[in-house]
């Protein structure tokens, strides 16, 4: 599986648990396994790192539409 982000790029983030976007910066991907490739993307305006899965992220800029049709 191809990581479809890159150390460093800007992202947003759409999987938190009150549904805002968080824009955040990718920090390391993580081995891919069988079904999902997974980051571990910062905040930008936070201090920790969290793991989040692909399909919960796009580039900065780029609509959900663009995102889906993409694929």
């Known amino acids: 599986m191809k990581a479809n982000f890159r150390i460093g790029q800007e992202v947003t983030w759409t999987g938190g648990a009150n549904g805002r976007p968080l824009r955040c ?23 920790f790192e969290r793991s989040v899965s692909e399909e919960t992220l796009t580039k900065v800029g780029q609509s959900d539409r663009e995102r889906i049709f993409s694929t």
């Open 25 to 47: 910066k990718v920090v390391r991907v993580m081995p891919a396994d069988d079904t999902v490739q997974t980051y571990r993307v910062q905040g930008l305006a936070e201090r």
